[in-house]
């Protein structure tokens, strides 16, 4: 009886978890693509020059892999409505943690660049901190 319960657990285990390693990689590249299609219409020539802006910001410590994941996340989070519009497998990718953090002055000079957030206007906006 221990042989069988050991047998199927050789078998099963490594198979369900290396199932689940592909399911995420299939996940994951179709989310990546469909995000691509969205933020980069013209494709690499459009996409090129923010990956090579990123490799200056970041001075070269990730690698593209990692830098477009962080784009495709954050920008993919502000333009895409996850309640409606997306499919089951970009709000699964979105809401992952990205693969790199950056620093604070990395931060700062990516949402300065590449997020376009609405001027404040009004009342708040005159008030010095």
Request: no cysteine; proline share 4%.
């Amino acid at each position: 009886m221990f042989y069988y319960v050991f047998a199927i657990l050789v078998l099963i285990v490594p198979m369900v978890v290396w199932f689940r390693y592909l399911y995420i990689n299939f996940r994951e590249r179709t989310a990546m693509s469909e995000l691509m299609s969205v933020l980069f219409p013209e494709g690499a020539s459009q996409r090129e020059p923010v990956v090579q802006d990123l490799i200056k910001l970041t001075k070269g410590k990730y690698n593209r892999i990692q830098l477009l994941d962080y784009f495709l996340k954050i920008k993919g989070l502000h333009l895409v409505d996850l309640h409606t519009s997306s499919s089951r497998h970009v709000r699964m990718y979105l809401m992952r943690p990205t693969k790199i953090k950056l620093n604070y002055s990395e931060l700062v000079q990516f949402y300065e660049k590449y997020l376009n957030l609405p001027q404040a206007t009004g009342i708040d906006a005159t008030i010095d901190f």
